[in-house]
């Protein structure tokens, strides 16, 4: 079956340091999400990637997809605090068109 | 717009009581939500998947006389949680999403605990 793996786990850095969290699939990606979540609250929806190599941007948050489809990464420039949370990437099910699998996140935290 | 409400946010209840939890689209019309339950520190577990006057289709493991899902209309989605146990204590989140293919809205989850 397919998994997602995140990497880091968990991130702390000084506001205004670039960072990048990584997203990898054990199998082709046919739509990666990814979502953003605050300590006990519902998810925000920040990107989604369908081709290889697309890449979107939003505000300081770029994401990427590879060329392979199998890996993808969210770039923050300038972390503010704001952008702490946990970010979360969902990819959709090979087999299954409407059901995504989830990555354990990424618990960032931006220190003033 | 996408906006999914859920209610209630915050929720206690005695050991075998049923707790009734509500997803609503609030400015677009849903035909399939999706219910996730989450445990602390760890990802997205999806429970059960539901489309619009059809029965749910719930994930392997999870007991569907114990959570029971009505999608009675286009705009809302309904959880009980019968009989609840102090294990059932979670963070319970829906999402929402238009036509098939389409990104999912999330609510903003309903946190229960169980006495």
């Known amino acids: 079956s397919q998994e997602l793996e995140q990497s880091p786990q968990s991130l702390i850095v000084q506001e205004g340091k670039n960072l990048t969290i990584n997203c990898t699939s054990s199998?082709?990606?046919?739509?990666l999400y990814w979502y953003k979540q605050k300590y006990g609250e519902g998810l925000i929806f920040l990107m989604m990637?369908?081709?290889g190599g697309e890449e979107k941007s939003h505000e300081k948050i770029t994401a990427k997809l590879d060329e392979k489809k199998q890996q993808s990464s969210l770039h923050i420039t300038a972390s503010q605090p704001s952008h702490a949370g946990i970010y979360l990437c969902?990819?959709?099910?090979?087999?299954?068109?409407?059901?995504?699998?989830w990555g354990l996140g990424t618990s960032l935290a931006v220190n003033p | 717009g996408a906006v999914v409400s859920q209610h209630p946010s915050w929720v206690i209840c005695k050991s075998g009581t049923s707790v009734k939890i509500e997803c609503r689209s609030l400015d677009f019309q849903a035909t399939t939500m999706f219910w996730y339950r989450q445990f602390p520190k760890q990802s997205l577990m999806l429970m059960a998947t539901?489309?619009?006057?059809?029965?749910?289709?719930?994930e392997q493991g999870v007991e569907k006389d114990k959570f029971l899902i009505n999608h009675a209309s286009l705009t809302l989605s309904t959880l009980t949680v019968t009989s609840a146990h102090p294990e059932d204590s979670s963070f319970y989140i829906c999402?929402?999403?238009?036509?098939?293919?389409?990104?999912?809205?999330f609510g903003p989850g309903t946190r229960l605990l169980v006495l």
């Open positions: 539901s489309n619009e006057g059809s029965k749910a289709t719930y």
């Open positions: 999402s929402a999403s238009k036509v098939v293919k389409e990104t999912q809205y």
């Open positions: 990637l369908q081709k």
């Open positions: 969902g990819a959709e099910n090979a087999g299954n068109n409407r059901k995504l699998i």
């Open positions: 199998k082709t990606l046919y739509g």
